[in-house]
């Protein structure tokens, strides 16, 4: 349930607006801090929950500020534009506007954005898009022209799509709209035409944007007071191409189609919208807000001295003007339910606001806006605090480092590398490493013989690395069949997929011995037990005392029959391993990783029989070798446990059991695991026998040297 | 009072005090009203099918909760019909058990009910509906017990494995005012079956069949970290249970459903510090008494010269005259007993063995005098006015005038025996007396308190004694106030007037009040310094307390004779060794 709260003025004085309301208000670098910059000649820089104002700036008269003040993150500094192409750079110290930083440009610009982690940007009037930096490197440069003639730029905004700075704005012409995202990663700019249906023929007056999974979700506020939804794809098919995308009807008649202005729209989060308009025709201006999910209203608040039709939304504050006072309204939204839209759960009803209550046509609005599933409560916030938490001063070395990985040589990138690492961590170190990694994964994707093993093996190394702060890292060494950045991403990621394990697990088994060979495994995990193996001398001493039990001496009349048959074999299986030391070795990387049960299990039975054969072997081997010792642990510095053989010994059988038990060579294995697990069950139960018989010992040994249970005993006190 | 149910399984008085309800054998439960001079019955509630196990009150006493077998009955206890029956599930890790035992029932507030059961469960139930709100599996075995604290806010569960743990209600997320129940720790202090819990504000306290008391403070509630954050287990009960003939040298054991009367032995030998001496006679088990009824035997005594001895039980008083003729015993119950010897807390013989001092429950002590063969009533000391206390210590002074006795809180009262009037009362102090004794002589009254505080009175000058003072200004040494056991006796030595001699569970002291006190930068276990030191240094490194931890744990210790000690140990191992097995767990295997 959302609810709007108390609002409250933020200037005492009336702003020196005109008829159309401040230009924006824009948050600076500091939390609770806001820049308002009026149509006039003043930015004012707020602290919201002082209510006063911390800083003034004015330009000169006859000057007019044409775009709103905004605040540079990476520095701290603020940047307005004045007459179209004057762009004026300063800081909380400076007083006057004449006497700070001054660029002049050489076209008009539109809008300058500037979010946390990001560099600013400039849109220009043609639609045009410079980053800051490059420009005041170049003021004067050339800027060319995007949109056509008449085409002019209704809306814009820039926001922040897995990392990477995403802009989209929306122009018109002749009544027609067309939307350009503009991704900087790629730097590829997509125009889509937005369609309208045949018989809306309405204008859009308010646009708001957010992003969801994989599409840029753009709400329009049309003159007929509906709210519709474009999804644009943030990846698109064919970014050449223009393509069309279709709007639809997302809430019906939110203000009344007759209010000629003063309506604006903004997406709160994912299922939230605030809308501020007239409901009907008739009324005064309101402030609402919509659930679109189940839509209904939430909350609303009536304006009675009008508005600008303005609304600004930065963290939980909702910004407008009201009457001629700046307004700053809080809200919260919590994760909508249908138990909270149908009012089954109980809220604390704030007595200023009356919720209306509005019926819903489910028929109508099916499809619409019902889709979304995922309740995950405001992701946007999340994700501004992550950025938030990821700004910091920019360390040279790491921007050089990704720099250089977008067009530098191996060689270089090794060097950069090494220079970033030798520097102190900062607490964005890891994102660093993740940029790094998917830069570097990019650049391999889009050139084929770009491979830069040492970068990517240094990288994982740091381990600061996870399988979700690079998610392409592994598929990426699965196609190449790099089976040692394998071993390493299995021993250092945390939270690897079981069915990224498992396709590691099927090349494992299935790459050959030659080009095993040639690669550099760590062996740690495998110590002398492959040593013997690899000469291929069969120990007979070791084979016959496990745990001074010996499954061959089992009365197991039936498998013996079938052990006798081959009884050489059998013992070579017992002793050797059935599998090189390098392969051992990245087999026991797959051992060592976590995993879940019920996920692991389906991927299982996609391996090839013979492979789940041998990998059976080895786990039977190995199970062997740890029943060799009292402690029943495995030579080396990290081996696997006996736990997490057994564990997959029972999963490959779970998951291929039938499979394996059609196959002549796997069941002579299964026949002598069961002889061996039988052996060791009835090892256990004779170890719980003889603590039973020790324990009696022990009770008589006490008794004996409590005997003596009177004693005259010789003292001297002090 | 009969209930008229068979056993009694359970019983809960009512959060205001005045019922008590009752779960009995027959599957009923029954309402007493309780007021200042009497139970009396006043109904039944609807009959079950079978025993009543456990019972819980809701805070505002208006339904209770009854734990039975297989099911909770959740009753109203206005109509007195049983509004739900909650059935508890048998199953069991998939295998069903026989029967599912409800061991404890929790009532809580806003309407929840928290069960305990065979199964191992810890179960929530909405008693408004009767529905089970959420099940929490905790043990493979019983959970036998459940205590709630006050502000609902956490619980405690003790199984038959020797567990504990502790549930919190805790919010779902961090500002969230959703909270759930979440068992947070679990505590393994125990062998063997949990079989009661408590829950005060600041630590859990668990005590089983493994006769541990375990008193575990919750870390959070802890605001500084001193002794009291210490775990503290505690073994022994906090009273005497031994008591000493010195001139025949007989001790006279108490158990619970029996005494058990030693001759001690002797030797001939002698030796240097630390030898054992060989015995030319043997100690003699000469008697075992053993109760009639079930009931517990409460305090025990053998008078100094060994021919009497005197028992009570909690309806019951006992008073026997021994004859000695060579080694046959002659055992003589004296018969017709008074009406006013029903029962007694605390039994004492004077030093010559002609007085007999009961402190019965009522809070009044009656002096009895000793004959041949049979007694004679002499005086009742009556409790003080208003107060209800009942005297739990006594002791008397060797000349036989004075006896002292204290109650749990309300100071040590001190009467002349020979006047038959109260003497004077030494003021109350904030922690009970757990030991007191006269001193032989001077009539000084020494009193230990829980805290291990020690203080000195003089009997005669009706003031504390000026060691006593100079130590209580100085203060004990902090080792000293750690000590986890209480004081538990103190005797003197007849030639010694400087030396008190007492002892806690694990250590026995001689405090020799000539020497120096001990700061807290002394050691204050001082082992016996090498005899080869000088005399100088010796008395330079001397100070008042003399401790050894030799023997330990210490049941009992007292001096028979100038040149004699006994003590009574009694090993853990000897008392596991009795008890039933713990629930075993396979050590190889799974």
């Given at each position: 349930?959302?609810?709007?709260?108390?609002?409250?003025?933020?200037?005492?004085?009336?702003?020196?607006?005109?008829?159309?309301?401040?230009?924006?208000?824009?948050?600076?670098?500091?939390?609770?801090?806001?820049?308002?910059?009026?149509?006039?000649?003043?930015?004012?820089?707020?602290?919201?929950?002082?209510?006063?104002?911390?800083?003034?700036?004015?330009?000169?008269?006859?000057?007019?500020?044409?775009?709103?003040?905004?605040?540079?993150?990476?520095?701290?500094?603020?940047?307005?534009?004045?007459?179209?192409?004057?762009?004026?750079?300063?800081?909380?110290?400076?007083?006057?506007?004449?006497?700070?930083?001054?660029?002049?440009?050489?076209?008009?610009?539109?809008?300058?954005?500037?979010?946390?982690?990001?560099?600013?940007?400039?849109?220009?009037?043609?639609?045009?898009?410079?980053?800051?930096?490059?420009?005041?490197?170049?003021?004067?440069?050339?800027?060319?022209?995007?949109?056509?003639?008449?085409?002019?730029?209704?809306?814009?905004?820039?926001?922040?799509?897995?990392?990477?700075?995403?802009?989209?704005?929306?122009?018109?012409?002749?009544?027609?709209?067309?939307?350009?995202?503009?991704?900087?990663?790629?730097?590829?700019?997509?125009?889509?035409?937005?369609?309208?249906?045949?018989?809306?023929?309405?204008?859009?007056?308010?646009?708001?944007?957010?992003?969801?999974?994989?599409?840029?979700?753009?709400?329009?506020?049309?003159?007929?007071?509906?709210?519709?939804?474009?999804?644009?794809?943030?990846?698109?098919?064919?970014?050449?191409?223009?393509?069309?995308?279709?709007?639809?009807?997302?809430?019906?008649?939110?203000?009344?189609?007759?209010?000629?202005?003063?309506?604006?729209?903004?997406?709160?989060?994912?299922?939230?919208?605030?809308?501020?308009?007239?409901?009907?025709?008739a009324s005064k201006e309101c402030l609402s807000i919509w659930n679109t999910k189940f839509q209904t209203l939430q909350a609303s608040k009536e304006l009675p001295q009008g508005t600008s039709g303005q609304l600004w939304y930065h963290g939980e504050n909702l910004f407008m003007l009201h009457g001629k006072f700046l307004t700053v309204?809080?809200?919260?939204?919590?994760?909508?339910?249908?138990?909270?839209?149908?009012?089954?759960?109980?809220?604390?009803q704030d007595p200023d606001i009356h919720a209306m209550t509005h019926f819903v046509n489910w028929e109508t609005s099916q499809g619409y806006g019902l889709g979304s599933?995922?309740?995950?409560?405001?992701?946007?916030?999340?994700?501004?605090?992550?950025?938030?938490?990821?700004?910091?001063?920019?360390?040279?070395?790491?921007?050089?480092?990704?720099?250089?990985?977008?067009?530098?040589?191996?060689?270089?990138?090794?060097?950069?590398?090494?220079?970033?690492?030798?520097?102190?961590?900062?607490?964005?170190?890891?994102?660093?490493?993740?940029?790094?990694?998917?830069?570097?994964?990019?650049?391999?994707?889009?050139?084929?013989?770009?491979?830069?093993?040492?970068?990517?093996?240094?990288?994982?190394?740091?381990?600061?690395?996870?399988?979700?702060?690079?998610?392409?890292?592994?598929?990426?060494?699965?196609?190449?069949?790099?089976?040692?950045?394998?071993?390493?991403?299995?021993?250092?990621?945390?939270?690897?997929?079981?069915?990224?394990?498992?396709?590691?697990?099927?090349?494992?088994?299935?790459?050959?011995?030659?080009?095993?060979?040639?690669?550099?495994?760590?062996?740690?995990?495998?110590?002398?037990?492959?040593?013997?193996?690899?000469?291929?001398?069969?120990?007979?001493?070791?084979?016959?005392?496990?745990?001074?039990?010996?499954?061959?001496?089992?009365?197991?009349?039936?498998?013996?029959?079938?052990?006798?048959?081959?009884?050489?074999?059998?013992?070579?299986?017992?002793?050797?391993?059935?599998?090189?030391?390098?392969?051992?070795?990245?087999?026991?990387?797959?051992?060592?990783?976590?995993?879940?049960?019920?996920?692991?299990?389906?991927?299982?039975?996609?391996?090839?029989?013979?492979?789940?054969?041998?990998?059976?072997?080895?786990?039977?081997?190995?199970?062997?070798?740890?029943?060799?010792?009292?402690?029943?642990?495995?030579?080396?510095?990290?081996?696997?446990?006996?736990?997490?053989?057994m564990d997959w010994i029972c999963l490959l059988l779970d998951a291929n059991f039938t499979v394996v038990v059609m196959l002549p060579e796997a069941k002579r294995l299964l026949l002598s695991l069961y002889k061996f697990v039988k052996s060791q069950i009835s090892i256990c139960s004779e170890l719980n026998k003889i603590e039973v018989s020790f324990r009696e010992l022990q009770k008589l040994n006490q008794e004996k040297t409590n005997r003596e249970l009177y004693s005259i005993e010789v003292l001297e006190l002090f | 009072m009969d209930a008229f149910g068979g056993p009694i399984w359970s019983m809960a008085a009512s959060p205001s005090g005045s019922q008590l309800l009752v779960g009995c054998e027959d599957g009923s439960v029954k309402l007493f009203q309780i007021t200042p001079d009497k139970i009396q019955f006043e109904r039944n509630f609807d009959r079950q099918k079978s025993r009543i196990l456990s019972l819980s009150w809701h805070p505002a006493g208006t339904h209770i909760a009854a734990g039975s077998i297989d099911y909770i009955s959740v009753f109203d206890v206005k109509s007195g019909s049983a509004i739900h029956k909650m059935l508890v599930d048998r199953q069991y890790m998939g295998v069903s058990k026989r029967k599912c035992i409800v061991w404890g029932v929790a009532f809580l507030s806003d309407g929840t009910v928290i069960s305990a059961d065979s199964a191992g469960k810890v179960q929530f139930w909405d008693s408004a509906t009767g529905t089970l709100v959420k099940n929490h599996l905790i043990a493979d075995a019983d959970v036998q017990s459940i205590?709630?604290?006050?502000?609902?806010?956490?619980?405690?569960?003790?199984?038959?494995?020797?567990?504990?743990?502790?549930?919190?209600?805790?919010?779902?997320?961090?500002?969230?005012?959703?909270?759930?129940?979440?068992?947070?720790?679990?505590?393994?202090?125990?062998?063997?079956?949990?079989?009661?819990?408590?829950?005060?504000?600041?630590?859990?306290?668990?005590?089983?069949?493994?006769?541990?008391?375990?008193?575990?403070?919750?870390?959070?509630?802890?605001?500084?970290?001193?002794?009291d954050a210490a775990l503290r287990k505690i073994t022994f009960p906090h009273r005497r249970l031994v008591s000493c003939a010195k001139k025949k040298q007989l001790l006279l054991f108490q158990f619970a459903h029996h005494l058990e009367l030693w001759r001690l032995g002797s030797t001939v030998a002698t030796g240097k510090n630390g030898d054992t001496l060989p015995l030319s006679k043997n100690a003699d088990h000469l008697l075992h008494l053993k109760t009639k009824g079930p009931e517990n035997i409460i305090c025990s005594c053998i008078s100094p010269c060994g021919s009497w001895i005197a028992y009570s039980t909690a309806s019951r008083f006992f008073l026997y005259r021994l004859n000695y003729e060579h080694d046959n015993i002659n055992l003589q119950r004296v018969s017709k007993m008074p009406a006013f010897l029903r029962s007694a807390l605390q039994i004492?013989?004077?030093?010559?063995?002609?007085?007999?001092?009961?402190?019965?429950?009522?809070?009044?002590?009656?002096?009895?005098?000793?004959?041949?063969?049979?007694?004679?009533?002499?005086?009742?000391?009556?409790?003080q006015s208003g107060t209800v206390e009942s005297m739990c210590l006594l002791a008397v002074s060797p000349d036989g005038n004075w006896l002292a006795a204290s109650g749990t809180s309300a100071g040590v009262h001190v009467y002349n025996v020979k006047q038959l009037k109260l003497h004077c009362t030494v003021p109350a102090y904030n922690f009970p007396v757990t030991a007191l004794a006269i001193a032989p002589n001077t009539n000084n009254l020494v009193i230990a308190h829980s805290d291990q505080q020690v203080f000195e009175y003089s009997i005669p000058d009706k003031q504390y004694t000026q060691w006593s003072r100079t130590i209580q200004k100085q203060g004990f040494h902090h080792l000293w106030l750690q000590r986890d056991t209480p004081i538990t006796h103190i005797s003197f030595h007849p030639k010694r007037p400087m030396h008190i001699l007492l002892h806690d569970a694990y250590m026995f002291c001689i405090i020799d009040k000539s020497l120096p006190l001990p700061n807290d930068k002394t050691l204050l276990y001082n082992p016996l310094p090498p005899t080869n030191e000088s005399d100088i240094i010796r008395r330079r490194t001397a100070h008042a307390f003399k401790i050894s931890k030799k023997y330990k744990p210490l049941l009992f210790m007292d001096l028979l004779d100038e040149r004699t000690l006994v003590a009574v140990e009694r090993p853990l191992d000897d008392i596991i060794a009795q008890l039933p097995p713990p629930i075993k767990k396979k050590k190889f295997g799974t």
């Open positions: 349930m959302a609810a709007l709260e108390e609002g409250f003025t933020l200037t005492a004085v009336p702003l020196g607006s005109g008829p159309d309301g401040p230009l924006g208000v824009e948050q600076s670098d500091k939390t609770d801090q806001f820049l308002v910059t009026d149509s006039g000649r003043t930015v004012i820089l707020y602290k919201v929950s002082d209510q006063k104002p911390l800083g003034s700036w004015s330009v000169k008269q006859g000057q007019i500020i044409t775009c709103p003040a905004v605040c540079n993150f990476q520095t701290g500094e603020y940047i307005v534009v004045h007459d179209n192409k004057v762009l004026r750079i300063w800081n909380n110290e400076d007083v006057n506007l004449d006497k700070v930083f001054k660029a002049t440009l050489s076209a008009e610009v539109y809008r300058i954005h500037s979010i946390q982690g990001a560099e600013p940007l400039v849109l220009f009037k043609e639609g045009a898009i410079r980053g800051l930096e490059a420009l005041l490197a170049e003021p004067q440069q050339k800027i060319e022209t995007v949109t056509s003639d008449e085409e002019v730029i209704k809306w814009t905004k820039f926001f922040m799509v897995f990392r990477h700075p995403v802009l989209i704005f929306i122009t018109e012409k002749h009544g027609n709209y067309f939307a350009y995202v503009q991704k900087f990663n790629s730097r590829i700019l997509s125009k889509y035409t937005l369609l309208l249906r045949q018989e809306e023929k309405s204008a859009a007056q308010s646009f708001s944007a957010s992003v969801y999974r994989k599409f840029i979700s753009l709400m329009s506020l049309s003159s007929d007071g509906c709210v519709y939804e474009t999804l644009i794809p943030i990846h698109p098919s064919d970014p050449e191409k223009n393509q069309r995308v279709v709007r639809s009807l997302l809430l019906k008649s939110v203000v009344s189609g007759s209010a000629r202005s003063g309506v604006a729209l903004t997406i709160l989060d994912q299922d939230h919208v605030a809308v501020l308009g007239p409901p009907l025709s309204i809080p809200y919260k939204c919590e994760v909508s339910s249908l138990a909270g839209a149908l009012g089954k759960l109980k809220h604390s599933q995922n309740s995950e409560q405001s992701k946007r916030i999340l994700r501004r605090r992550k950025i938030e938490a990821s700004v910091q001063p920019e360390v040279p070395p790491s921007t050089q480092l990704l720099a250089a990985v977008q067009k530098d040589s191996e060689k270089h990138i090794e060097v950069e590398l090494r220079k970033f690492l030798a520097v102190k961590r900062t607490p964005d170190f890891h994102t660093i490493i993740g940029d790094v990694v998917i830069g570097l994964l990019g650049r391999c994707k889009a050139e084929p013989s770009f491979y830069p093993r040492n970068c990517l093996m240094q990288l994982i190394q740091t381990r600061v690395l996870s399988y979700s702060l690079c998610p392409g890292l592994m598929e990426f060494a699965l196609e190449k069949t790099d089976v040692q950045i394998l071993q390493l991403c299995l021993q250092q990621f945390p939270d690897i997929p079981e069915s990224v394990t498992c396709a590691c697990l099927k090349i494992f088994l299935s790459i050959g011995d030659d080009s095993l060979q040639e690669t550099d495994i760590n062996m740690e995990s495998v110590s002398d037990y492959t040593a013997i193996i690899q000469d291929g001398e069969i120990e007979e001493q070791t084979e016959i005392l496990q745990n001074g039990f010996n499954p061959e001496e089992d009365n197991c009349e039936n498998c013996a029959q079938e052990l006798t048959e081959k009884p050489q074999a059998a013992a070579e299986e017992s002793t050797s391993c059935p599998v090189t030391g390098k392969r051992a070795a990245l087999l026991n990387a797959i051992l060592h990783s976590a995993y879940s049960e019920t996920f692991l299990l389906p991927h299982l039975k996609d391996i090839p029989a013979q492979h789940i054969t041998l990998f059976l072997q080895y786990l039977y081997f190995l199970y062997l070798k740890c029943s060799e010792n009292a402690t029943m642990t495995l030579p080396g510095i990290h081996p696997p446990t006996l736990n997490q053989i | 205590a709630v604290s006050d502000q609902e806010d956490s619980f405690v569960v003790g199984t038959a494995e020797g567990t504990v743990f502790h549930f919190q209600l805790v919010s779902v997320t961090s500002n969230s005012s959703e909270k759930q129940w979440v068992r947070t720790k679990p505590f393994q202090h125990h062998t063997h079956d949990v079989r009661a819990v408590a829950h005060s504000p600041i630590a859990l306290i668990s005590g089983g069949t493994d006769t541990h008391l375990v008193i575990r403070p919750l870390m959070e509630k802890v605001e500084v970290k001193n002794y004492l013989f004077s030093e010559d063995s002609a007085k007999l001092f009961v402190a019965s429950n009522q809070g009044s002590l009656h002096v009895i005098r000793l004959l041949e063969g049979s007694f004679k009533h002499l005086h009742t000391f009556q409790p």
